[in-house]
């Protein structure tokens, strides 16, 4: 796999994770047990603004690799923050919603440890 097809895939699942967090926010309010969906929003909009700048990383040629690294870091960053989160926030918080977060920590990993891997290819 290489390094652009890292970042495409990630610009493509953060977007779409993104756009759906923005447009079904009861939703996830409801997933996760909580009473502010306007929190569900916001992390869509934050997604859907990272997901642009992966993309234009991916499609940057050549690739920058220090704009890369910005995306490892705030993976890693999403990553460390979902595993400290999740268990404070467990008894306030659905089984279910937990079980997502943590879910969405590993898919964050994983593109992490992918760009970290293929980065070394430049």
Not at 81 to 106: D, K, N, Q, R, Y
């Amino acid at each position: 796999m290489t390094l652009t097809n890292v970042l495409l895939t990630n610009a493509l699942s953060t977007g779409i994770s993104g756009m759906v967090l923005a447009l079904l926010p009861d939703f996830f309010a409801n997933l996760f047990k909580i009473d502010t969906p306007q929190l569900f929003i916001a992390f869509g909009i934050f997604f859907v603004i990272f997901s642009l700048f992966v993309l234009a990383a991916a499609l940057k040629n050549p690739i920058q690799k220090n704009w890369v690294k910005i995306i490892i870091v705030l993976d890693i960053s999403w990553v460390l923050g979902s595993l400290i989160t999740a268990p404070i926030l467990f008894s306030s918080i659905s089984t279910e919603g937990s079980i997502v977060m943590l879910i969405v920590a590993g898919w964050v990993a994983l593109m992490a440890y992918l760009q970290i891997k293929t980065i070394q290819n430049l």
